[in-house]
């Protein structure tokens, strides 16, 4: 999650990145702020794919166009189960791509043997985003509560992570 918010305060771009892991907030959030940093508003060069069945040929077909007054192009692709099965001619596609064009992968599931992961690995990052622990949440708790200028006891803050769980 650093190296994610590294790339994203320098603007120094991978060319492929995953997302993946149990912890549906922070994959969401950090889905959104890779967006925003990579096109912003931009809907022209964005496109988004979601769910099984997705058409490895048209991922193909839209990464080889080239972005339209910006300097890169955004895919997306959530929940596709790529990262589950043997997807070698995507991978294949990965190492050959155009420079600018960017792919944002965001997974629940992966295996780890996979040869997409391990080309998505190497080509760019792969981001686990696994449940963070008592200290990390109190952190995060409390940093929201400064911005609304606002205290809780840390004592009081783990009373409140045993009632409401992660």
């Not at 839209?62 to 692709?77: Q, S, Y």
């Not at 959530?78 to 990262?83: A, K, L």
């Amino acid at each position: 999650m650093k190296i994610l918010s590294q790339h994203m305060k320098s603007g120094q771009f991978k060319s492929v990145y995953l997302i993946y892991g149990e912890e549906d907030y922070l994959r969401k959030q950090y889905k959104d702020r890779m967006r925003e940093a990579l096109i912003g508003d931009d809907t022209m060069n964005y496109n988004y794919y979601e769910g099984k069945g997705i058409s490895v040929k048209e991922l193909i077909d839209v990464g080889e166009t080239l972005p339209f007054f910006n300097e890169r192009r955004l895919i997306l692709v959530e929940n596709s189960g790529f990262f589950s099965s043997s997807q070698e001619e995507l991978a294949g596609y990965l190492k050959e791509k155009p420079e600018t064009t960017c792919f944002l992968f965001v997974e629940k599931d992966v295996d780890k043997r996979n040869k997409l992961f391990k080309t998505v690995s190497s080509l760019g990052y792969a981001a686990n985003m696994t449940a963070p622990d008592e200290r990390t949440l109190i952190r995060w708790i409390g940093g929201i509560l400064k911005k609304e200028q606002r205290f809780m006891r840390e004592d009081a803050m783990r009373h409140f992570l045993e009632r409401i769980d992660t």
